[in-house]
């Protein structure tokens, strides 16, 4: 048994140490797709009636004529020093950026996560044990719903009823939670239902496969045969045995949730990392593009190792 | 129990800790949604009307144009022009004071005149004129004219990007091509650069030792009396929760609603629609005179016939109550408008189009036409004009792509087959297209014109006579003279003009009707 800690020390040393080269990999890409798209952050930032010596002018400042190269190895060993640069655009670091955008995304993904799991597994769950009654065709056909229609829809619709109609919530906006704990969980209440809605219907689906699965298995029928009460069969036994995929979608999911929240973030104007990603996208603010995806990548990676992590808890046959 | 016991005294605390940052007094907060999001903060080193926007909050300008469009003094107390028209002296109102409480003086203002003028067309063009720019005193300077210009008010009074916005001496030696870095201004309001979140808010404070003029705000003009205590600008990309936001009162402006919304915002009791003959604007084809076809007058004269307004208003606005057909190369209602040598014009006579495509021998060249996909107002354009132009003869190969590729791309010389373009379309607002100096598009200057780089000496000869000139009735008659050369080249093609509303709470007062929103002078009644 004293080894199995040394072991695992050793796993995670490795797997962090396999984020270097994917990091590089998302660095150089992200760095390359930038520069060859026919776009030019100097033009936009000259304005509409800027000449095109203007122009010039910004793009030689900016370094953006430099040799791509050039402009790579800069970038990178900014980069490796812990400086992500300056924005082309919000005469700010990118650094001091993300510090802004990350509480309302946290925030985001920690409500959306908490409804999706207490929601989507008891739900899963329940129709995997109603397996071909109306509550599992309902569950289902709410998780093929969540499936289809889009996030923006969703939160149109809950708009208008919680929002304009009810009256209940606020329209739109994001407070701090240093401004009050009521501000910060009202104003994210309709955004984390709207981005539940299709986790709910992935992990409820995965759920109920899961658990299908394992019901079928000797130690159920075990179980059942000694007489345990059908919950505790279901929670305890059948739940814990299933739970090795559903932890990897919720894992994903929440890796998901902290880049992909773009959607809602703009619909509910949420000053997050999405729309931090859309407005440097759209203002072609190279410095913060590549910071935000670097920053994605890193988080995906971490979330992979915490998920694989995880299963040694959950199985313990798991064993790195 | 023992942890949920602290979870609920945590929570208990934070909500208390939530309950003392409730400030002691009501401070009045004007939330306005502008028509995008503030990015850039030097109001000379981009044209950005948003940025111009926030010029206005936190700058002064010497000279204004009030609702009529009479030039005032702003800054200034007064104002005298010599017998000869050839020095001009300024003296400063007593008081101002700029946000960090240190006087306004005239040196200030001479070095922020140099760098708005090195920046702007018009005030470059006005300093072709200007033999020196000297201070006399703390609060005198003068300007020294090696000729007459009628550019020297209409420059300093000029009331669309760039505004030349005055600024502390330190932070006007700026080099214009680089942004400043200071954000002093002596406005009626305060920038708070510590709260400034780009894709969040941008917020402004009353700036308490600002001296109104005493007389009553007009326009630009006037008296500058701020009467929240505070203006935050939030950053809500999506229109309709804008609107939905407005109608709620979790905020009390929109700059700029959609025309597909406003119907929904007139039924509401609490919002008032606000339409503001100023803030007009007018649609514009614009060809690239570098690349065939448009490097042939005659095929460009084409496009004259081959159009109509109708057909371009109605598929961007679609509501008659804001379009105006309007074939004036200067906006229909200002000075300089007028209807000289537009008949038979812009009203698709394919034959007539047919026959000038004809005359100058079009050989089938595809024209590159780009679509901005990602602006309401101008998405429709294009289709409209690929319609008509492939009805008049045209092979059109139309590109579709969002707003910000689209100003990447015109900056581009390349030909069409290599990265460049043949004509996009476009729209400017009222301030920018009132005269033959300001309007960008007329400028013929060849590589010093704006993008589509015309190149044509007669017209230039004519915007620097329109400079020369200070009386209004011989400008009136060089304006004429320059739209009907502008026919005749094709710089541009003016394509109809519309209103865009502003939307506001009821319970605001005192919106000014002025060709930028400015946020001075409005009450929040309850």
């Known amino acids: 048994m004293g080894h199995v800690p040394l072991n695992m020390f050793a796993y995670i040393l490795r797997r962090l140490l396999q984020t270097i080269p994917v990091m590089l990999v998302v660095a150089v890409f992200i760095f390359l797709m930038l520069r060859l798209t026919p776009y030019d952050p100097a033009a936009i930032i000259a304005g509409d009636s800027a000449t095109a010596e203007q122009v010039a002018q910004i793009r030689s400042q900016l370094g953006l004529n430099d040799p791509i190269v050039q402009q790579f190895f800069n970038w990178l060993g900014k980069v490796l020093s812990g400086d992500l640069g300056q924005s082309f655009f919000f005469k700010k670091t990118v650094a001091e950026l993300i510090g802004e955008r990350i509480e309302p995304t946290l925030s985001l993904a920690f409500f959306t996560i908490v409804i999706a799991v207490l929601v989507a597994v008891p739900l899963g769950v329940l129709a995997a044990h109603r397996q071909g009654t109306w509550i599992d065709r309902v569950v289902m056909g709410f998780s093929v719903l969540g499936f289809s229609v889009p996030t923006f829809v969703v939160g149109y619709i809950l708009i208008y009823v919680f929002a304009v109609w009810l009256n209940w919530l606020p329209v739109q906006g994001y407070q701090h939670i240093s401004e009050g704990v009521w501000g910060w969980a009202e104003r994210l209440i309709l955004p984390a239902l709207t981005l539940s809605v299709i986790y709910v219907a992935l992990i409820a689906r995965m759920t109920r496969a899961s658990v299908l699965e394992v019901l079928s298995e000797d130690y159920i029928r075990t179980a059942r045969a000694k007489g345990q009460i059908e919950r505790r069969v279901l929670f305890r036994h059948a739940l814990r045995n299933a739970a090795v995929p559903i932890v990897t979608v919720i894992g994903l999911g929440i890796a998901l949730l902290i880049g992909g929240v773009v959607v809602t973030e703009s619909l509910y104007t949420i000053p997050g990392l999405g729309r931090l990603t859309v407005d440097a996208v759209l203002a072609r603010d190279y410095p913060t593009i590549q910071a935000v995806i670097l920053l994605f990548s890193f988080v995906y990676v971490m979330i992979n190792l915490a998920v694989d992590l995880t299963y040694t808890l959950l199985d313990p046959r798991i064993r790195y | ?526």
């Open chain 2, 1 to 526: 129990m023992g942890d949920i016991r602290k979870v609920i005294v945590a929570v208990l605390c934070a909500a208390g800790l939530s309950l003392q940052a409730i400030p002691a007094f009501a401070e009045t907060t004007l939330r306005a949604v502008m028509q995008s999001d503030l990015k850039i903060l030097d109001p000379i080193w981009t044209t950005a009307y948003i940025v111009r926007n926030h010029g206005y909050m936190i700058y002064d300008t010497l000279l204004a144009q009030d609702e009529k469009g009479e030039i005032k003094p702003q800054m200034l107390d007064k104002y005298d022009v010599s017998a000869d028209r050839k020095l001009y002296t300024f003296t400063l109102r007593d008081g101002l004071l700029w946000h960090d409480e240190k006087p306004v003086t005239s040196e200030d203002c001479v070095a922020s005149i140099k760098r708005w003028a090195a920046k702007d067309s018009m005030g470059q063009k006005m300093m072709s004129f200007v033999d020196s720019i000297d201070v006399v005193d703390a609060k005198t300077f003068t300007i020294k004219l090696k000729e007459p210009t009628g550019l020297v008010l209409l420059g300093l009074s000029k009331p669309s990007s760039n505004v030349p916005f005055m600024m502390p001496k330190r932070v006007a030696e700026t080099d214009p091509n680089k942004q400043i870095e200071d954000f002093t201004g002596s406005g009626p309001f305060k920038f708070v650069k510590d709260e400034w979140k780009p894709g969040d808010k941008t917020v402004y404070v009353k700036f308490d030792k600002y001296k109104p003029r005493p007389e009553p705000a007009s326009g630009l003009a006037g008296g500058k009396v701020a009467k929240v205590d505070r203006v935050e600008w939030l950053a809500i990309s999506d229109q309709q929760q804008a609107v939905n936001a407005l109608q709620k009162g979790e905020i009390d402006f929109i700059e700029q609603p959609s025309h597909d919304l406003l119907g929904a915002l007139k039924k509401d009791p609490n919002v008032t629609v606000l339409e503001v003959p100023q803030l007009k604007a007018q649609y514009v084809f614009r060809p690239n005179w570098l690349h065939k076809p448009f490097d042939n007058p005659k095929i460009r004269q084409a496009l004259w016939y081959a159009f109509n307004q109708e057909d371009f208003l109605m598929a961007t606005i679609g509501d008659e109550a804001y379009i105006k057909e309007c074939k004036a190369l200067f906006i229909c209602g200002t000075a300089f408008a007028s209807t000289k040598g537009t008949d038979g014009i812009l009203t698709s006579n394919m034959k007539k189009a047919q026959e000038l495509l004809k005359e100058g021998g079009y050989d089938g060249t595809p024209v590159v036409l780009m679509q901005s996909t990602d602006l309401k107002v101008l998405t429709n354009l294009a289709p409209v004009a690929k319609s008509l132009m492939e009805k008049a003869g045209f092979k059109v190969d139309m590109q579709s792509m969002d707003w910000q590729t689209l100003v990447a791309r015109r900056a581009k010389k390349d030909p069409p087959d290599a990265g460049g373009w043949n004509a996009f379309l476009t729209a400017w607002v009222t301030a920018d297209v009132m005269n033959p100096v300001s309007a960008a598009y007329v400028n013929s200057g060849c590589d010093k014109a704006s993008f589509g780089w015309p190149c044509d000496e007669k017209m230039e000869k004519l915007r620097d006579e329109f400079a020369r000139e200070s009386d209004p009735a011989k400008q009136k008659a060089i304006a004429e003279a320059v739209q009907l050369r502008n026919i005749e080249m094709t710089q541009l093609i003016p394509l109809g003009e519309y209103l865009q509303p502003v939307a506001m709470r009821k319970a605001l007062k005192g919106y000014l009707p002025a060709p930028a929103p400015v946020l001075w002078n409005i009450e929040i009644t309850k």
